[in-house]
Nanobody
Framework: QVQLVESGGGLVQAGGSLRLSCSASGRVFSRYDMAWFRQGTGQVREFVAGIRWSGGTKDYLESVSGRFTISRTNDGQMLYLQMNSLKPEDTAVYYC?????????????????????WGQGTQVTVSS
């Protein structure tokens, strides 16, 4: 069974840190770009960070660049998002996702339509 399972969300004060994890199983994920998205209440789902299947290229939403770091294991079975200096506006449900295209060579996709496998999400709440 192909699945993604996120963990690590929670309630944290502004300025604090959280580390999200995504456990992937059922496919050879090392061949696919992976990403984190988030969706706040009443908002559209947005790209947060993405990482190339090789791990060599990363892309970040401008508002999280310098605060968040995406990483993955070489076998693609684990995806992480280290979130530092959290702000109330980071409050959202965070999802990990796997690109539908194998061995992508174009830019890391920021559109959620490019991803065909999603986790169930983990809630991150940042209090002011």
């Amino acid at each position: 069974q192909v699945q993604l399972v996120e963990s690590g969300g929670g309630l944290v004060q502004a300025g604090g840190s959280l580390r999200l994890s995504c456990s992937a199983s059922g496919r050879v994920f090392s061949r696919y770009d992976m990403a984190w998205f988030r969706q706040g209440t009443g908002q559209v789902r947005e790209f947060v960070a993405g990482i190339r299947w090789s791990g060599g290229t990363k892309d970040y939403l401008e508002s999280v660049s310098g605060r968040f770091t995406i990483s993955r294991t070489n076998d693609g079975q684990m995806l992480y998002l280290q979130m530092n200096s959290l702000k109330p506006e980071d409050t959202a449900v965070y999802y990990c996702a796997v690109d539908s295209e194998k061995w992508r060579t174009t830019n890391i996709e920021r559109s959620d339509t490019a991803y065909d496998l999603w986790g169930q999400g983990t809630q991150v709440t940042v209090s002011s």
